[in-house]
């Protein structure tokens, strides 16, 4: 809750309130007319932050629509933000530079070596966002993407580790105009689409799995409740029709046609509380942008040679300085979540294994980051959708 009032206080501060801080978890706020009528506040309210509060206070928390109102003076304000994270003195450099390039590239149909090391400054792309699973129940949670803008790079391994060291670094700021030239030029909206479309759509999909899953075991269950219930009733309907089949008269036919009206009224009704679990189980997932950060690292990148049978390509691959670790390779087709690459014969591109399987139609192999719409030998086009960008 401190945290809270503090970016509450900030967020008033910013907006034109003239905020004082008490002992009490409570914040004396002098509103300007723009936030009265935004807040629905009186010019001088009292917000509580606490679980002991002044009997006039406003409880703030995080629960109701306080965020949602809150949003309403935060605007688009820090959606998009800049950040260099600085390090006193020189930055390190690996002692042993091949232990490294060893552990980061995993090549199992290709060799590698080492051209060079050179200090300079990484961008690393940081998005996050919210999504929002409704069916008959509400799961909501937020998902970090991150790449490095200069190599390609996928670093969703690393930002756990980068997280804590930003946080650490209090010296850390804007970046300088050569900080900026040396990151190179920025992605474009769709290089950043085009990298992100995919990997959310899996990101979002492992984490409401757990949620899935429960919904269906309730379905299910509620299935096979309303299924007892209305097969108990069709039975004993049927039963009776049966028992007046071999009886003649007029009420014995009134009661046929009763008995079979009633069996096609419970079919009715099973159809339609199917058609109602359908409508309550059915699942609707909202993906919101929240917020992209540009963080500025320092980096050792490495110039790597990489040779497949008589072709050889150069790629680059960053060290961070700050954490001392080596980000993943570049992936040019599929999601480049694991450091395993291998290399087409063509252009020499590194691929997950899945992107360079057999075609579904003829089984000839080939590589989709070479031919994303089809194989190349057939024209048949392949239900996995692979996506990659080597560099913008």
């Known amino acids: 809750m401190s945290d809270l009032r503090a970016f509450v206080g900030d967020l008033l ?10 002992e009490s978890q409570e914040l004396a ?8 009528e935004q807040m629905g506040w009186p010019e001088f309210v009292r917000l509580g932050f606490g679980p002991e509060r002044s009997h006039d206070a406003v409880a703030v928390g995080l629960e109701g629509d306080w965020m949602d109102r809150l949003a309403v003076l935060l605007r688009d304000n820090g959606r998009w ?5 600085r390090l006193d003195g020189d930055t390190p450099v690996p002692q042993d530079l091949q232990r490294v390039l060893d552990h980061a590239l995993d090549l199992p149909n290709a060799i590698c070596r080492l051209r060079g090391v050179a200090e300079t400054r990484a961008r690393c792309l940081i998005l996050t966002f919210r999504y929002t699973a ?8 937020l998902i970090w993407l991150s790449f490095n803008t200069g190599t390609g790079a996928n670093i969703d391994d690393l930002l756990e580790k980068l997280q804590p060291a930003l946080a650490q670094m209090p010296q850390g700021g804007p970046p300088d105009p050569a900080t900026e030239l040396a990151a190179g030029p920025r992605w ?4 950043i689409e085009a990298r992100v479309r995919p990997l959310l759509d899996c990101r979002i999909r492992e984490e409401i799995e ?8 309730r379905l299910a269950r509620d299935c096979d409740r309303v299924h007892a219930y209305h097969d108990g009733l069709y039975r004993a309907a049927a039963k009776r029709l049966a028992a007046l089949s071999g009886a003649a008269g007029e009420r014995e036919e009134a009661d046929r046609r009763r008995e079979t009206m009633r069996l096609e009224a419970i079919e009715r009704e099973h159809r339609a509380k199917l058609d109602d679990l359908r409508r309550n189980y059915a699942l609707r997932v909202t993906v919101d942008w929240v917020q992209a950060l540009e963080l500025y690292v320092p980096v050792q990148r490495f110039e790597v040679l990489v040779r497949r049978r008589k072709g050889e390509r150069l790629i680059q691959l960053d060290w961070h300085a700050a954490i001392k670790a080596a980000e993943a390779p570049l ?7 694991e450091r395993v690459r291998l ?10 294994f899945a992107a360079q399987d057999a075609c579904s139609s003829c089984g000839k192999p080939f590589c989709r980051a070479c031919f994303p719409a089809a194989c190349p030998r057939c024209d048949s086009v392949q239900l996995t959708n692979f996506k990659g960008s080597e560099r913008a």
């Not at 933000?81 to 994270?85: D, H």
């Open 134 to 141: 409704v069916s008959d129940e509400k799961r909501e949670g």
């Open 81 to 85: 933000s800049e950040r260099e994270l």
């Open 331 to 337: 992936c040019e087709a599929g999601l480049g979540r």
């Open 188 to 191: 474009s909206g769709a290089d």
């Open 29 to 36: 706020v002098l509103a300007p007319p723009s936030i009265q």
């Open 343 to 352: 290399v087409c014969d063509d252009k020499l591109h590194l691929t997950e």
């Open 210 to 217: 757990p949620f899935l899953r429960a919904m269906q075991r």
């Open 13 to 22: 501060e910013r907006s034109g309130a003239i905020v004082e801080p008490s």
